[in-house]
């Protein structure tokens, strides 16, 4: 992916053809993707810096809840000053605001198309637990099941809490462990009680599969949205 830096308007040359390209290519190499069905890391991606000329035309602080670690102090310092700047000289006050303005449009355009794929995606998951749901469901094991029909893939997750103002977010993290041959051995109950046989330190652990009828790049867009769709399910049913 020809990636944009995160002070890519703000960076050398501040011309508004040259930043156009530079934005055109970027979205270009995006929706190339998503044509491909594969949303992830492209979409976050596309969302922060979206969210980030937002902040930078409002001149907000220019650290995203959603990515609290992916923009540098020294990068936040560069967007400040060129805040400044832009305040201080009319020029490129107006050559930012034109960058922005047009940016602004484009990306938002590109992140619906993607949330678009998201969505459709999204209402095709089924997530069912399988067994009796312990009351601790930190963390445990992710079955997933695509169109194919031929193997349930197995990863452990563990959620996480991070807390940013006065809002908490919770995250995931999946490893992948292993799959099965899907028949009528290996059902998804067979493999719980092989996962709790196998580890010893989850002797009653929570186990959810996740199947669709779709048949999707598992690592680039339905891992990643079963993982969501995941942490909003254990959310939904732990309140």
């Given at each position: 992916?020809?990636?944009?830096?995160?002070?890519?308007?703000?960076?050398?040359?501040?011309?508004?053809?040259?930043?156009?390209?530079?934005?055109?290519?970027?979205?270009?190499?995006?929706?190339?993707?998503?044509?491909?069905?594969?949303?992830?890391?492209?979409?976050?991606?596309?969302?922060?810096?979206?969210n980030n000329l937002?902040?930078?035309?409002?001149?907000?602080?220019?650290?995203?809840?959603?990515?609290?670690?992916?923009?540098?102090?020294?990068?936040?310092?560069?967007?400040?000053?060129?805040?400044?700047?832009?305040?201080?000289?009319?020029?490129?006050?107006?050559?930012?605001?034109?960058?922005?303005?047009?940016?602004?449009?484009?990306?938002?355009?590109?992140?619906?198309?993607?949330?678009?794929?998201?969505?459709?995606?999204?209402?095709?998951?089924?997530?069912?637990?399988?067994?009796?749901?312990?009351?601790?469901?930190?963390?445990?094991?992710?079955?997933?099941?695509?169109?194919?029909?031929?193997?349930?893939?197995?990863?452990?997750?563990?959620?996480?809490?991070?807390?940013?103002?006065?809002?908490?977010?919770?995250?995931?993290?999946?490893?992948?462990?292993e799959a099965y041959?899907?028949?009528?051995?290996?059902?998804?109950?067979?493999?719980?009680?092989?996962?709790?046989?196998?580890?010893?330190?989850?002797?009653?652990?929570?186990?959810?599969?996740?199947?669709?009828?779709?048949?999707?790049?598992?690592?680039?867009?339905?891992?990643?949205?079963?993982?969501?769709?995941?942490?909003?399910?254990?959310?939904?049913?732990?309140?």
């Open positions: 992916m020809g990636a944009l830096s995160e002070t890519w308007f703000a960076e050398g040359y501040i011309d508004f053809e040259l930043k156009k390209y530079t934005l055109l290519s970027y979205l270009q190499d995006i929706n190339h993707y998503f044509n491909q069905n594969k949303l992830y890391p492209q979409l976050a991606d596309i969302i922060f810096h979206y937002l902040a930078f035309r409002e001149n907000k602080q220019f650290l995203q809840q959603q990515f609290p670690k992916r923009l540098t102090a020294v990068n936040i310092q560069k967007l400040q000053l060129l805040y400044e700047q832009m305040i201080a000289d009319d020029e490129l006050m107006e050559e930012l605001e034109d960058i922005i303005r047009y940016s602004l449009p484009q990306m938002n355009q590109t992140i619906k198309d993607g949330t678009e794929i998201y969505e459709f995606v999204q209402d095709k998951l089924s997530i069912s637990p399988v067994g009796l749901i312990p009351l601790e469901t930190a963390e445990g094991y992710l079955l997933l099941c695509d169109g194919r029909y031929s193997d349930t893939l197995v990863y452990t997750y563990r959620l996480t809490i991070f807390e940013r103002h006065d809002e908490k977010f919770r995250g995931i993290h999946t490893h992948y462990l041959r899907k028949d009528l051995v290996h059902t998804c109950e067979h493999i719980k009680t092989m996962l709790i046989r196998k580890n010893s330190e989850l002797p009653n652990p929570a186990v959810y599969c996740v199947e669709t009828p779709l048949v999707l790049p598992v690592d680039e867009t339905l891992l990643p949205i079963a993982k969501r769709s995941l942490v909003k399910y254990i959310a939904r049913n732990a309140a």
